[in-house]
């Protein structure tokens, strides 16, 4: 199976910054998009930003020109270098990756979703 481990969440104040990672692992025949999303207390899983094997990138309205999304398609990671942060950013991120498995002659494509980090904004 895949397994999508998230890593550098925290708590940072208002104006700073913080940098998540997602690796990738398991029986991985490639991937496509790989992407962020957050959640809020008391709210719906949003996008935050999306980015294709290509390297074609898509942002929330609400992240652009503060957030970058990247990825190292060696490493099977996606990071998500967050600048500027403000109180409403703080959630939990969640890392999502479609991934192609194989199987023999078979190619099968899923949707694989992280753990979760905790990013928190805070004075």
């Known amino acids: 199976q895949v397994q999508l481990v998230e890593s550098g969440g925290g708590l940072v104040q208002p104006g700073g910054s913080l940098r998540l990672s997602c690796v990738a692992s398991?029986?991985?025949?490639?991937?496509?998009?790989m992407g962020w999303y957050r959640q809020a207390p008391g709210k719906q899983r949003e996008l935050v930003a999306t980015?294709?094997?290509?390297?074609?990138?898509n942002y929330a309205e609400s992240v652009k020109g503060r957030f970058t999304i990247s990825r190292d398609n060696a490493k099977n990671t996606v990071y998500l270098q967050m600048n500027s942060l403000k109180p409403e950013d703080t959630a939990v991120y969640y890392c999502?990756?479609?991934?192609?498995?194989?199987?023999?002659?078979?190619?099968?494509?899923?949707?694989?979703w992280g753990q979760g980090t905790q990013v928190t904004v805070s004075s």
């Open positions: 999502n990756a479609v991934v192609v498995t194989s199987e023999g002659f078979f190619r099968k494509v899923d949707d694989y």
């Open positions: 398991g029986s991985i025949f490639s991937i496509n998009a």
């Open positions: 980015i294709s094997s290509g390297h074609s990138t």
